[in-house]
């Protein structure tokens, strides 16, 4: 049997949102540890890593490692009824065919309960690289969502250098070539808007930022992205959920010569 | 001679908005009681209940009674241009075409007024039944808004049963299953959220959610709705406007057998 | 050379907001006076002409004049990316093909920089009237946005007549009519809600809704707008900038007899 009950429901909810537009169906893999996923998006370009440890919940029972097999669009479509406040309940028998969710909300009284039919799905065996990185940069996750938002309108590839002078994004297309540069910022007063910037030696590499884009998704679960880097190495996009979990994304670069126009 | 003042007009609005997605043309029937309405709906499967008394108005002279014979997609546009704080008057002459709306604003010094032709619309003889119902709840206008906006995700049809365990909603469709349950409650220091359940047998009806979701655009005119069911008999979702007058509406149950899918 | 830096990034971004729906491709015309357009729109109904002096700017160097050609949907999508509290710089050389922008933001340590390429615009010599106006009105912009805006529903003509009464807008169309009447208000205490009227004669004249619409994009550069008008002459709608320029527009009456329906 498994049980978990989530005083807070609604980072789970962002959770969801957070990957529903990488990946259509999905295993979440329940351990006595934690839930995890762990799948490529579904175009097969790039890796999304989640964890969220079982600490993070108020009651957790895990009898049998099983993996929940979930199509996200309705996932997030009940997730949609969860209120602010809500705490959440997540229960399957050992074989079972069914995810039960529940959302309770003690001030209006209010129970919802919702069962979901699981579905079996192939698991993938994916390697996730665990090297050291030559960069590795701390932001506030809204800035780095502005940033990959707003470059979009110059071109499709994102050129991501990491050097002295700061972490800088660019982008060239028909209308000009547009840069934006981050510097290293630790002067501020809320540690959430400081920038650090932690340099063995340069990086740069170039991305799409169409998948940027979706990585952003997760900026609700934390106010700050950590982003590492090394040459010819996919790129490490990562938000850490308190000290409870985190959702990963890691995305291959492009080759310069053959893949702009 | 008809004429009315409203200081708060935002009240006039609210009831136009209320029922213009249900109606297109409408009479609204003056007597030097109140404005009323009682017509079906387009498609005649609800039935739309509206009064605010004389009371409710700061002058109010009808010399004789007469029907406005409006069409609400031209009202509901010219309310469009009503101001939060706009007083609003209404003049028709007792064998008018027309239909004077003034609205005015002290403070900006404002007055918008406008003419806009009448109709003749064949009025409906609708009796509206006034039996005791076996279960009456009263409950927060926004949590039931919530609800069966939410519950349209998991099917078209929703089952509300009123039982000693509070006031359930159940929705059945391919994702799966969704219930609802409000508890009573009237713990909470404001009364507008409380949750009152007043049954004497328990009851259990199915609606369109379609329907339920038209009714719930009265949501901004009252706090509070009250729910009345009997075994067989049509709902009546109510929105008392202050002590003034009320938006009702009564929909027939669906019959289980037939028309589920 | 040219160089300017505008601590308040934001006026420049609204100003080309203000104008962006009415003109594809505009020079800017940069003199050590002022940076200036003047140009029809796409249409060649309205005329617009903006100017920013020179004392806007914390630094302003103009060696030589010249006309940045510009294309302002581009322009505007580099200016998307502006921050709220952004500082710009504009450099160009003097006989350059491309245009800098940068915009500094001290708080977070971000500099964004974008090589815009410059285009060759014929100039358009335009004589702009300056005659006295029998009427001057000045009142709340977001007013004036609001009834040209909501007039849209009633008509595609608004009359504007200028009376002892007020200033009066209306407009006649299939639902009937509406007119919404502004009286002189220098009562309350904010002096931006003033409406005073300043007339020589009364004067009453129509035009587009649709254009007096588009006018109103440049609501957030001022409070207040100032309407003149004299009989048979284009209208000016002026949108003062602090004490440092203005964006207006000139637009010439309907014919009451041939254009309307």
Redesign the interface.
């Known amino acids: 049997m498994f049980e978990a009950r989530l005083a807070n429901g609604n980072i789970f909810k962002m959770i969801v949102e957070s990957i529903r537009e990488l990946i259509v169906d999905v295993n979440i893999d329940c351990s006595t540890e934690e839930l995890a996923i762990q799948c490529m998006d579904s175009a097969h370009v790039a890796l999304v890593s989640m964890s969220l440890s079982q600490s993070a919940f108020d009651h957790f029972r895990c009898d049998r490692s099983l993996s929940l097999g979930l199509n996200l669009p ?1 996932v997030s ?2 997730f ?2 969860m ?1 602010r406040d809500d705490t959440m309940v997540l229960k399957a028998e050992d074989s079972a065919d ?1 995810l039960m969710l529940m959302f309770e909300n003690d ?11 699981l579905m079996a799905i192939e698991a993938e065996q994916l390697g996730v690289p665990d090297t050291p990185y030559k960069c590795s940069i701390s932001m ?1 996750s809204s ?1 780095f969502q502005r940033i990959v938002r ?2 979009q ?2 071109g499709d590839t994102c050129k991501i250098s990491c050097t002295k002078e ?1 972490l800088k994004f660019s982008a060239t297309g028909q ?11 630790v002067a ?1 007063e809320k540690e959430e ?1 400081h ?1 650090t910037i932690d340099m063995e030696e340069p990086v740069e590499l170039n991305f799409a930022l169409r998948y940027l884009n979706f990585f952003t998704k997760a900026t609700p679960l934390s106010p700050t992205v950590i982003i590492k880097m090394s040459p010819g190495l996919p790129i490490v996009i990562e938000y850490p959920i308190e000290q409870l979990g985190h959702v990963k994304y890691y995305l291959a670069p492009k080759m310069e010569e053959d893949e702009e126009e």
């Open positions: 309705n479509k009940i949609k009824m209120g069914k001030k209006s009284g209010t129970i919802a309960d919702f069962e979901l039919k506030p800035e707003d470059l309108v110059m700061g209308i000009g070539t547009g840069n934006i540069l981050m510097r290293q910022n501020s808007d920038v």
